[in-house]
């Protein structure tokens, strides 16, 4: 009895571990593809799945992430006849794992070598100061050509990016010193472009200056010409009031004469008092009023006479 059981417990772990063995669990972003006596059976996607022992087999695990592949440089000539180095980096995914594990024998080598050779024939095409300005469109036209290539191998190209772009010696050493004499002529600008705001800063300030200047002048001539203005109107008033009150005393004078009832005799008088103060010993000719002059006879028959 232990002889029979013995062998049957052999089977039974030999079995399970077949089964064990055969029990496929695939990943995230894994494919299984599956031959079935060595031709295509199926392709597994993410889950649990068992496979027939010694029937079906894992021709190939695929990664559906998206890939990178960085590929050395290649030299290539642009159309004015420079030899540079450039080096391009492909991001790429796998869209199809049955094309991908079937269509070609080495597919990254296979997009490198595409990418070689694509990338000759658009650098063949632009001269060398258009290949260092036109990345982008390098980069468009490489992706649109390696996508349509690769479709048949199930990629699906998803960007191509130019890395380094690698001139001769000499072509490095004259774009330095274009680049030196651009940097020296900007500068140029920049510094005649400083000294013209300056001088147009300076003759706006020189500008408002003599304006602020003229301004003040013409505030203090209209001032000053007020204050001539205003010294005449007083003198005129002060002369004006003289005046009046000078009139104003005559006025009142002669009030109070007339209030006295002065005889002739007086008022002859004091006409003599006033021509005198009129001459003051300067008029050579004085003319005398008719009643005065016979007043002053009368006077010069009394002083005879005595």
Do not use: C
Not at 55 to 83: G, H, M, Y
Not at 131 to 144: E, P, Y
């Amino acid at each position: 009895m232990p002889e029979i059981i013995i062998p049957i417990v052999v089977v039974i772990l030999v079995l399970a571990a077949v089964i064990i063995r055969n029990i496929k669990i695939v990943p995230q972003s894994k494919a299984y593809v599956i031959e079935r006596l060595g031709a295509y059976h199926t392709t597994w996607q993410t889950g649990f799945h068992i496979k027939i022992p010694f029937i079906e087999r894992v021709a190939k695990i695929v990664n559906l992430k998206e890939l990178v592949s960085d590929f050395a440089p290649q030299p290539v000539i642009t159309r004015d006849n420079v030899t540079m180095q450039i080096d391009t980096v492909v991001f790429y995914q796998i869209t199809d794992p049955k094309l991908f594990a079937y269509g070609v024998e080495n597919p990254v080598s296979a997009i490198e070598n595409l990418t070689a050779t694509t990338l000759r024939n658009i650098i063949g095409e632009l001269e060398l100061d258009h290949t260092l300005t036109s990345r982008d469109t390098i980069n468009s036209k490489i992706r649109v050509i390696l996508d349509e290539a690769t479709d048949p191998w199930g990629i699906k190209v998803n960007r191509v990016e130019l890395k380094n772009i690698f001139p001769p010696k000499e072509i490095q050493d004259a774009m330095e010193k274009q680049m030196k004499a651009e940097r020296e002529r900007r500068e140029a600008i920049l510094k005649a472009e400083g000294e013209k705001a300056s001088a147009v800063l300076v003759a706006e300030g020189a500008k408002d200056a003599l304006i602020l200047e003229a301004e003040a002048a013409k505030q203090a001539a209209i001032l000053k010409a007020e204050a001539v203005r205003e010294a005449k109107i007083r003198e005129a008033e002060g002369e004006a009031e003289a005046i009046l009150r000078v009139q104003e005393a005559t006025a009142k004078g002669i009030e109070l004469i007339n209030a006295a009832n002065p005889g002739q005799a007086v008022l002859t008088i004091k006409s003599l008092e006033a021509f005198a103060k009129a001459a003051d010993g300067q008029a050579t000719k004085i003319i005398i009023p008719s009643e005065i002059q016979g007043i002053a006879g009368l006077a010069a028959s009394l002083k005879e006479s005595m």
